[in-house]
């Protein structure tokens, strides 16, 4: 079964405080991966796409990196304006149609 | 500006009625997509349209009706045979049909039953 599972549930990080969110999927032929932000009472907001194994993207304080049964989202020295939901999404030919499948989320609070 | 425009921001429902839900873009995309957000849970797809006047079921179209009449515009109703609706919608779109480019989301739409 196609499933795309995100770790921890929720994460506390102090300022400056350097660590990474997982993404683990398993999909037949991933076509693509997709990291989202997602802000309290807002819609996600996108941040990458990668799609083979070994392909890395960066944007300010955020790497994104893919193998090719998990993704990381590696945040370096955060500041407490890096506090949301980080979401992970993978496409998928499923249930007769192509699909994006979501992680349920990882919550990010950076505290000062 | 371009972008996915959805309303309202909240809204309220009575047990046994219809209430349908806006979702408008200027990005002339070709697909567009609603999805169910719950606690704990990740974005689950309602229904989706590749094109104007046709349009998919998604993991969890029951109780939910939709229309695709304008390429912009793709309204979600959501019906008295939905048991259980509280939730945040989010409405999305993307330029093509591939499904290996990124989707980019409205703002959302928090409903309540009352």
């Known amino acids: 079964e196609d499933q795309v599972t995100q770790s921890p549930e929720a994460l506390r990080l102090q300022e400056g405080e350097s660590s990474s969110l997982n993404c683990s999927y398993t999909?037949?032929?991933?076509?693509?991966l997709f990291w989202y932000r997602q802000d309290p009472g807002k819609g996600p907001e996108f941040l990458f796409t990668l799609y083979s194994a070994g392909e890395e993207k960066e944007k300010e304080r955020l790497k994104a990196t893919l193998t090719k049964k998990e993704s990381f989202l590696h945040i370096t020295a955060p500041k407490p304006e890096d506090s949301a939901t980080y979401l992970c999404?993978?496409?998928?030919?499923?249930?007769?149609?192509?699909?994006?499948?979501f992680g349920a989320g990882t919550r990010l609070a950076v505290h000062p | 500006d371009g972008g996915i425009t959805q309303s309202p921001k909240y809204l309220f429902r009575k047990e046994g009625q219809n209430v349908t839900l806006s979702c408008e873009q200027n990005?002339?995309?070709?697909?567009m997509y609603w999805y169910r957000q719950d606690p704990g849970q990740g974005l689950r797809l309602i229904y989706y349209?590749?094109?104007?006047?046709?349009?998919q079921k998604g993991d969890i179209a029951e109780g939910y009706s939709v229309s695709r009449e304008k390429k912009e515009s793709f309204p979600l109703t959501v019906t008295s045979a939905q048991k259980n609706p509280t939730a945040f919608y989010l409405c999305?779109?993307?330029?093509?049909?591939?499904?290996?480019?990124?989707?980019?989301f409205g703002q959302g739409t928090r409903l309540t039953v009352v």
């Open positions: 999305a779109s993307k330029f093509g049909t591939s499904m290996n480019t990124e989707a980019f």
């Open positions: 999404a993978v496409h998928a030919f499923s249930g007769g149609y192509n699909k994006l499948i």
């Open positions: 999909v037949s032929g991933l076509r693509g």
């Open positions: 990005l002339n995309h070709d697909a």
């Open positions: 349209s590749q094109i104007v006047n046709d349009f």
